[in-house]
T-cell receptor, first 118, second 112 residues
Framework: GAVVSQHPSRVICKSGTSVKIECRSL??????MFWYRQFPKQSLMLMAT?????????EQGVEKDKFLINHASLTLSTLTVTSAHPEDSSFYIC??????????????FGDGTRLSIL | GESVGLHLPTLSVQEGDNSIINCAYS??????FIWYKQESGKGPQFIID?????DKRQGQRVTVLLNKTVKHLSLQIAATQPGDSAVYFC???????????FGQGTELSVKP
């Protein structure tokens, strides 16, 4: 149980392109989803918290107009990297938490999206 | 600022030996802790969790120990196998309302 699917697994595109990444909870309802960014050999950096039916909460330093998040249903959140540039190249990972995202429940992670901007 | 740190960034063990991965946390408000395993090119995989009302919890070949007095968390892996090779992250909930604070990670390498 608690399977999170992330798509696509890898994207290579030209600078200036917008890229959408999908995160789905397959066997549970995820009222809260989280988007992380991870650089090689480093830990996960939280970008934003996505709550179903409301605006995402962004961490300090993360541009909300650059990284658009939509959580339109209890099983799907999307992250769109708008007008992507080489410095946006990274490994993006989503996670989902059921039961209202209470602080004592584990987050379940997707397998990440490797984004490479040429 | 708040942080969850690890004593050893890399750990190399012989196959069949036991592994111990350590983690120090700084937020005394944290009452929930998780260990994740991340293999190359994949997302973190839940291993085991523990709440602050416990000091030990066991799973299959894994044991998590929590020492709240010194704010220390450890993951013990029994009879380590090559398939255990990965980066291991500890995480705490802090007072972040559902968010997790991740440690820097320890890379475990198992020698055959």
């Amino acid at each position: 149980g608690a399977v999170v699917s992330q798509h696509p697994s890898r994207v290579i595109c030209k600078s200036g392109t917008s890229v959408k990444i999908e995160c789905r909870s397959l066997d549970f309802q995820a009222t809260t989803m989280f988007w992380y960014r991870q650089f090689p050999k480093q830990s996960l950096m939280l970008m934003a918290t996505s709550n179903e039916g409301s605006k995402a909460t962004y961490e300090q330093g993360v541009e909300k107009d650059k990284f658009l998040i939509n959580h339109a249903s209890l099983t799907l959140s999307t992250l769109t990297v708008t007008s992507a540039h080489p410095e946006d190249s990274s490994f993006y990972i989503c996670s989902a938490s059921g039961e209202g995202g209470y602080s004592n429940q584990p987050q379940h992670f997707g397998d990440g999206t490797r984004l490479s901007i040429l | 600022g708040e942080s969850v740190g690890l004593h050893l960034p890399t750990l190399s063990v012989q196959e069949g030996d036991n592994s111990i991965i350590n983690c120090a946390y700084s937020n005394s408000a944290s009452d929930y802790f998780i260990w994740y395993k991340q293999e190359s090119g994949k997302g973190p995989q839940f291993i085991i969790d523990i709440r602050s009302n416990m000091d030990k919890r066991q799973g299959q070949r894994v044991t998590v120990l929590l020492n709240k007095t010194v704010k220390h968390l450890s993951l013990q892996i029994a009879a380590t196998q090559p398939g255990d090779s990965a980066v291991y992250f500890c995480a705490e909930n802090g007072d972040q309302g559902g968010k997790l604070i991740f440690g820097q990670g320890t890379e475990l390498s198992v020698k055959p």
